[in-house]
């Protein structure tokens, strides 16, 4: 997990998304065509990355490695010294 430089200007730009990582769809082509494998559930819920495939009129499955999300990073300050 990377640190960025300025995490809370980050979340405001990206309410939608929790600090940990990304969501990852793909295609494939057992799927059929106009659907999206969500292949794991990170930063972003999978209701938003429905509404969105959704709205492109497309559809997804949830593939077995995106059942459970991914665990929400912590970070907490050390002081150097």
Do not use: C, N
Not at 25 to 38: K, S
Request: glycine share 12%; no cysteine.
């Amino acid at each position: 997990m990377i640190f960025g430089h300025d995490e809370s200007s980050a979340g405001k730009r990206y309410p939608l998304h929790a600090p940990m990582s990304v969501s990852i769809i793909g295609f494939y082509e057992d799927l059929g065509e106009g659907v999206v494998g969500i292949e794991r559930w990170g930063s972003l819920d999978i209701p938003e990355i429905g509404s969105e495939v959704t709205r492109q009129g497309l559809t997804y499955k949830i593939m077995p490695k995106a059942e459970t999300r991914q665990l929400q990073a912590s970070y907490r300050t050390r002081r150097r010294g």
